[in-house]
């Protein structure tokens, strides 16, 4: 909550490119265990319009690509999709798929 008070001014300072909000920590920090909760979505609305007026990128991360959009509307211009341990459990159950259809 400290940095989205501050985000004007952590948003105006030379030499950054981007302001990364985390929505899990974000939640936890408004003491909400919901993502999408108002005070989340609002903080990253504020966090998304800082980094537009300064001409930063505003990145966070998206669990689907579908998800982008409600979090475009944040304001949020770049995106890591899951993390990288979703990827390697995806990447796993693909292996695993493609294995039990080769062995019948």
Do not use: C
């Not at 989205?4 to 909400?32: C, H, N, R, W």
């Not at 991360?61 to 995106?79: H, N």
């Not at 979703?86 to 292996?95: D, E, K, V, Y």
């Amino acid at each position: 909550p400290e940095g989205v008070e501050a985000v004007k001014e952590i948003a105006a300072t030379p030499g950054l490119d981007g302001l990364f909000v985390g929505p899990a920590d974000l939640a936890v920090s408004y003491g909400e265990t919901d993502l999408n909760h108002p005070k989340v979505r609002a903080a990253m609305g504020v966090v998304g319009a800082a980094a537009a007026e300064n001409g930063k990128a505003a990145v966070t991360f998206a669990p689907s690509v579908e998800s982008t959009k409600a979090l475009r509307e944040l304001g949020i211009t770049m995106f890591f999709f899951a993390s990288e341990h979703a990827w390697m459990l995806q990447g796993a159950r693909a292996t695993a798929s493609a294995f039990r259809e080769q062995a019948g």
